[in-house]
T-cell receptor, first 113, second 114 residues
């Protein structure tokens, strides 16, 4: 079945460091891919998304490119800030048009000043 | 306020009690969802609803009941709470556009069952 695999956390970085959080997926067809962010004590917020191969989603300095050939959607940011400390979830929804979202287990990011 | 609201935000209850978690959305999205979030499991779907009066089970429905008499409300009831239902519960709704679809989440309800 469809699945999403994220790198284990926590990820600890110094401010202004480069961030990569790996996400790979298994799905038939062409799913839509998402990154959600969850700040402490809050719900999930959509960070960015991509709906077809080679699309690049971007928001707030974060980017992720839909790579069909490697079934990946890695999240990157060139210079992280303390305020980026949160849990990041990769997710997909299948192309069949069903309601289902498949979430990864989340990766906690901690940015130190 | 536009969006999804959940109430209560925090709840402590005892084993065996009935608890209802409320969810309200202002967008008139057809689809709504209930998830639970637990360490090591990410988000797991409990129930979902495609429209008013249409609901169906998700991945982990046992011990939960839902209803949807109005499009904007989707309450989740724990009929007889158990300690294993201690979790953070998130309600979500789905927006579909020609550009694709997105789920939007409420702020969550943190439930502790003693």
């Amino acid at each position: 079945g469809d699945s999403v695999t994220q790198m284990e956390g926590p990820v600890t970085l110094s401010e202004e460091a480069f961030l990569t959080i790996n996400c790979t997926y298994t799905a038939t067809g062409y799913p839509s891919l998402f990154w959600y962010v969850q700040y402490p004590g809050e719900g999930l917020q959509l960070l960015l998304k991509a709906t077809k191969a080679d699309d690049k989603g971007s928001n707030k300095g974060f980017e992720a490119t839909y790579r069909k050939e490697t079934t990946s959607f890695h999240l990157e940011k060139g210079s992280v800030q303390v305020s980026d400390s949160a849990v990041y979830f990769c997710a997909l929804t299948p192309t069949s048009g069903t309601y289902k979202y498949i979430f990864g287990t989340g990766t906690r990011l901690k940015v130190l000043a | 306020d536009a969006g999804i609201t959940q109430s209560p935000r925090y709840k402590i209850t005892e084993t065996g009690r009935q608890v209802t978690l409320m969810c309200h959305q202002t967008w008139s999205h057809s689809y709504m969802f209930w998830y639970r979030q637990d360490l090591g499991h990410g988000l797991r779907l409990i129930y979902y609803s495609a429209a008013a009066d249409i609901t169906d089970k998700g991945e982990v429905p046992d011990g939960y009941v839902v209803s949807r008499s109005k499009t904007e409300n989707f309450p989740l009831t724990l009929e007889s709470a158990t300690r294993s239902q201690t979790s953070v519960y998130f309600c979500a709704s789905r927006d579909r556009t020609p550009q694709g679809e997105t789920q939007y989440f409420g702020p969550g309800t943190r439930l502790l069952v003693l």
